[in-house]
């Protein structure tokens, strides 16, 4: 089993940081008509979230960044947190549970492109999304989560 200090330091590391990182991008650089920054719309209206929006647009930030990476962080701290979850469990479906996050973010990204679900389909956003899956999955095999059964 884990140790407590050990726990703390790979949720924070691994779930915690990268979602704030992750909100952080979309409350300073996503545009406003993306429905999840009018969810927060409440913050643009604090000054200091407005000026450092300001002086963030002047700067030249690629598009992959904001846009894709997002996406990526999601599923990489979900996978992750899954496998804290579901990896020492003795059960065939914990591999389902594991690929959650990439199964709802490739189905996400499969609706924008039939127009079924409102966005905009990108295929960077797919590489991105098994990028952060297997990013997770790496840092778990690393960390010890991930181990060959015998």
Do not use: C
Not at 15 to 34: A, D, E, K, Q, W
Not at 123 to 137: E, K, N
């Amino acid at each position: 089993m884990y140790k407590k200090e050990s726990i703390i330091i790979q949720t924070s590391l691994n779930i915690i940081f990268p979602m704030i990182v992750g909100l952080l991008i979309y409350v300073f650089l996503r545009p406003p008509n993306i429905i999840f920054v009018q969810y927060i719309g409440f913050i643009d209206k604090l000054s200091f979230i407005s000026e450092i929006k300001m002086y963030l647009s002047k700067m030249s930030i690629p598009n992959w960044f904001i846009y894709s990476l997002p996406g990526a962080i999601w599923v990489y701290s979900l996978t992750y947190f899954m496998g804290m979850l579901w990896i020492p469990q003795k059960t065939k479906w914990k591999y389902l549970w594991i690929s959650i996050a990439p199964i709802l973010a490739i189905t996400y990204e499969i609706g924008q492109k039939i127009h079924v679900i409102l966005g905009t389909f990108d295929l960077l956003d797919m590489f991105f999304i098994l990028f952060g899956y297997v990013l997770a999955l790496l840092s778990l095999k690393i960390k010890g989560v991930i181990y060959i059964e015998k």
